[in-house]
């Protein structure tokens, strides 16, 4: 038997850890299963690592692995890369950690662990921190039993077992660096009770530890930081990253002491727009362009913000329901791809939009609640669902977009279908929609009248009567573009006998015209004319 193997990332993500609240938008690239037979009853993280050192001592890695660790400190002395990055507590994640974890950690959160420091160390658990001028790196430890039944990975001659790590990635840009990676490394429950630990030195007292047969492999993978990854089909691969929530927040407590309007841009500059993550950086490029934007909006409602606070940094918690919102997806299109999951605060500019690179969701227009203020807002905003709840309609929605192939054609009925299919797939993937209630009530209540308004204009590029006319439309709801699209969506499914092969005509439309008369669509009437 190979005493070690890699294993799909799924088998790390769907262990109960709280490591993957820290590091929810730090990605799993490798996971590998290393075997080390031994006594099969429980054993503690800090009896593990004793039984790796030893199974390392017995195995060292190959010659070359070596040399190449070799040159690696070699080059960090030369170039200094090992020194501690600039303000290193803006890089760190011991924020993440909660007051109640650092109390009942075994070790003092900030010891050194070799070339890690140690963030939160219990009993089952683990989670060390590296970071320099080229990683920012995670070491996760962890004992499967502790996560319960179905966390436990097994092999018909091992005990319950292993031990994750995170290795995220590498750069030469000198900067401090967005994990990017994570490699991760299983191991049986225990194999040595002779050797307890003294866990605050992590050294062994008393009996030495056991022989051991099997080698202990940790793989290291370092790609480069600072962009976004390649879309997916695993949902259990997608990143969701929140990092962005976390730095506004911090520019937002800046702004308390800001005493010129010049004081108020520079702290937005410096917390939110110069530590953008890849997704950031693209949403300003197409959305929110400058910090002025977002000053405007926070001056816009400024009650409103104060009140989203706590949910907005409690997103990660919404990590497993986006994730079965991909899966029920997939299910509808097997063929569906994921990008990167972005939550990121907008200045009410967008709720969610898409681009090639990844998925941006306003943390802001996500975390409210029955009690928020709504006063200052916008009329078009206080018929929005800004709740968590809109989490999986906003993202579904938008992964749809991510799947059409549409013909060029600027026309309203295409956009129509564009949006309309998007919000109709949604709605049969997750059983909801982004776009507000009201305008689906009132496109069913008018559907006569609107049908014959938008059957004279569907050929034209003037999408002003039914898109994006929040600010504009005064005698009825916003956007009931959605709507007509949704109809269309629905009679096309409806009348196709092949329903997979309907979602897939809905999601790549050559002929916008041809797809209209194929649905049978005609403003609800069932005589045809």
Same mark, same amino acid.
């Given at each position: @038997? ?63 692995? $070596? ?142 530890? @056991? $022989? ?8 290291? +993978? ?6 976004? !990854? ?53 949403? +300003?490029? +197409? ?42 997806? !997939? ?71 991510? !799947? ?79 709507? @007509? ?9 409806? $009348? ?34």
């Amino acid at each position: @038997m190979r005493p070690f193997g890699r294993v799909a990332p799924a088998n790390y993500l769907a262990l109960g850890l709280r490591a993957h609240h820290y590091l929810t938008d730090v990605p799993v690239h490798d996971v590998w299963r290393v075997f080390l037979p031994g006594a099969d009853q429980a054993c503690t993280v800090t009896e593990i690592r004793a039984v790796a050192r030893v199974a390392m001592a017995e195995r060292p890695p190959a010659a070359h692995v $070596r040399a190449l660790f070799a040159l690696r400190r070699l080059l960090g002395r030369a170039f200094d890369w090992d020194r501690t990055p600039p303000d290193p507590d803006a890089w760190s994640f011991p924020h993440r950690i909660s007051e109640a974890d650092r109390q009942r950690s075994l070790v003092q959160p900030g010891t050194l662990d070799g070339p890690f420091t140690v963030l939160d160390a219990h009993s089952m658990e683990a989670v060390s921190e590296i970071r320099n001028a080229t990683v920012h790196a995670f070491l996760v430890w962890a004992d499967a039993g502790a996560a319960g039944p179905h966390a436990a990975l097994r092999h018909p001659r091992a005990a319950r077992e292993r031990l994750d790590a995170r290795l995220p990635g590498d750069d030469r840009s000198g900067s401090p660096l967005d994990p990017v990676s994570v490699a991760a490394a299983l191991v049986p429950r225990c194999l040595v009770r002779e050797a307890p630990l003294d866990a605050r030195s992590g050294g062994a007292r008393g009996q030495q530890p @056991m $022989r051991v047969t099997a080698a202990f492999a940790l793989l290291a +993978i370092a790609t480069t930081s600072g962009s976004a !990854q390649a879309p997916t089909t695993d949902p259990a691969a997608v990143r969701v990253i929140t990092s962005d929530v976390v730095n506004f927040w911090r520019a937002y407590d800046r702004l308390a002491g800001a005493r010129t309007r010049e004081d108020s841009l520079r702290a937005l500059t410096q917390e939110y727009f110069d530590r953008a993550s890849p997704g950031l950086r693209e949403f +300003i490029r +197409i959305r929110l362009e400058r910090p002025e934007n977002l000053l405007r909006a926070l001056t816009l409602g400024p009650a409103y913000f104060a009140a989203v606070r706590t949910r907005s940094v409690a997103l990660d918690e919404h990590v497993p329901v986006i994730r079965n919102g991909l899966a029920a997806l !997939q299910a509808l299109y097997s063929a569906a791809v994921f990008p990167d999951i972005y939550f990121l605060v907008a200045g009410f500019v967008s709720q969610g939009t898409l681009t090639d690179s990844g998925l941006y969701i306003a943390a802001e227009m996500v975390s409210a609640d029955t009690t928020t203020p709504l006063d200052e807002l916008p009329p078009g905003l206080r018929i929005v669902d800004l709740t968590p709840a809109v989490i999986p309609c906003i993202v579904v929605h938008e992964l749809v977009h991510h !799947q059409q192939v549409y013909a060029p054609d600027r026309s309203l009925l295409s956009q129509a279908l564009r949006e309309g299919v998007a919000d109709f797939l949604t709605m049969q993937a997750v059983g909801c929609r982004p776009t507000a209630a009201a305008v689906y009530r009132y496109g069913d209540q008018h559907e006569t009248e609107l049908w014959a308004e938008f059957r004279d204009a569907m050929h034209e590029n003037d999408l002003g009567r039914w898109f994006y006319n929040a600010t504009t439309s005064t005698d009825r709801p916003a956007n009931l573009g959605y709507w @007509m699209g949704y109809q269309i969506a629905e009679a096309y499914l409806a $009348r196709a006998p092949d329903k997979q092969q309907a979602v897939y005509d809905l999601l790549h439309v050559t002929d916008a015209n041809a797809l209209l008369a194929r649905s049978g669509y005609n403003g609800g009437r069932e005589d045809g004319s």
